[in-house]
């Protein structure tokens, strides 16, 4: 059997030299400590792949280069720049933390992890990320691909669904730190890196990872058996009623939805449980101009939406009812709108 990683003095040391040697350095989020920069490209990594967000993260800097900028902007106007990111709680936790830091933090984000989380959309995972990035403190990150690495490394086969296991692994992670400060930036950069590219969810590269002859899970051959997680989500399924109302200069008639619930806060088609509450909405002359597309599904974290559109061509800019209203094609691209709906309206 491989070495207790703990008690292995080499594992820090080692994971150090391999970043600096293999790991990610071209990443735009690195080329500053500037704990605003670190903890945008955080927020926007949660549930989302480095590619994609790499073209969100250069456009969110441009229009918003300080938190000082990004707390005056509207909610509106930040869900519309993250359309398309998903997982929108996000972005409205951006904002909102962008104001607090603003105005009652003189624009300065605390440096420690305690201080970080009590941010809103700061867990203890990215507060560990950016006070070890920007501010050098030994404090432990624990996020997906952490999680994977060091169960895999540790032979660690307890079920993280547990809360006290999980616990237990978080004590392992801070248990293998650097002793050097300085060390913390290219250590937790290279606990992401590992994670990221080589010790991957499937077909991990143990060939060429750095930590093979102190891995359990490499020594057993069973790395895909890591991480242990019994309790699966709970799926669920809506069906919505789409009014897609398009006029013939190109505006669309769009709603904000209510600040809870699926899509909080975005704009969309008016959106109806059944069709015929659909039907109800509109004036009955208009029923006969309604064209029905077959029904299509959009796959949510939790649920799978069944969504029915009824496209509806108007001559003319008419009101279809209270809390909607028409945008032109030059606005309604800046809005915040689903995935869905933008490619509805981009078809
Ligand atoms: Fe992951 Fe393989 Fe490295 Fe173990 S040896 S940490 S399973 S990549």
């Known amino acids: 059997m491989p070495k207790a990683l703990s008690k292995s003095p080499s594992f820090a040391k080692r994971l150090v030299a391999w970043q600096k040697q293999h790991g990610r350095h071209d990443l735009p989020w690195q080329s500053s400590a500037d704990p605003y920069r670190v903890w945008l490209s955080e927020i926007m990594l949660q549930q989302t792949q480095v590619v994609t967000v790499k073209a969100y993260y250069d456009k969110f800097l441009k229009r918003f280069p300080t938190v000082s900028a990004l707390s005056s902007a509207s909610l509106d106007e930040v869900l519309g720049l993250w359309s398309g990111l998903g997982y929108y709680s996000r972005a409205k936790n951006l904002h909102r933390c962008a104001q607090l830091v603003a105005h009652e933090h003189g624009g300065v984000f605390p440096n420690t992890k305690d201080a970080l989380q009590t941010l809103p959309g700061i867990g203890p995972s990215t507060a560990a990320a950016i006070a070890s990035l920007c501010f050098g403190k030994r404090e432990a990150i624990l996020d997906g691909n952490v999680k994977r690495v060091l169960t895999r490394l540790h032979g660690f086969g307890h079920d993280l669904s547990v809360a006290a296991h999980e616990k237990a ?4 992670a801070q248990d293998v730190l650097p002793h050097q400060e300085s060390d913390m930036p290219t250590y937790t950069q290279g606990m992401m890196d590992l994670g990221a590219t080589l010790c991957t969810r499937s077909q991990p590269a143990c060939e060429r990872c750095p930590m093979q002859d102190i891995c359990v899970a ?15 989500l709970k ?92 945008w032109g094609v030059q606005d309604w691209p800046n809005l915040g709108l689903p995935a869905p ?7």
């Open 341 to 347: 709906i933008r490619q509805l309206l981009l078809a």
């Open 235 to 326: 799926r669920s399924a809506q069906v919505m009623w789409l009014l897609f109302a398009r006029c013939a200069k190109g505006a669309v008639w769009l709603q904000q939805r209510p600040t809870k619930g699926v899509w909080a806060s975005l704009f969309t088609c008016p959106i109806f449980d059944s069709e015929e509450a659909l039907l109800a909405s509109l004036p009955k002359p208009l029923h006969n101009k309604l064209h029905f597309a077959p029904a299509f599904v959009h796959v949510l974290t939790h649920k799978d939406l069944h969504l029915h559109v009824a496209h509806l061509a108007m001559r003319t800019e008419q009101s279809l009812g209270d809390g909607g209203q028409w």
């Open 169 to 172: 692994l978080w004590q392992i």
């Open 218 to 232: 490499h020594h057993e051959g069973r790395a895909s058996h890591y991480p242990v997680k019994s309790r699966k």
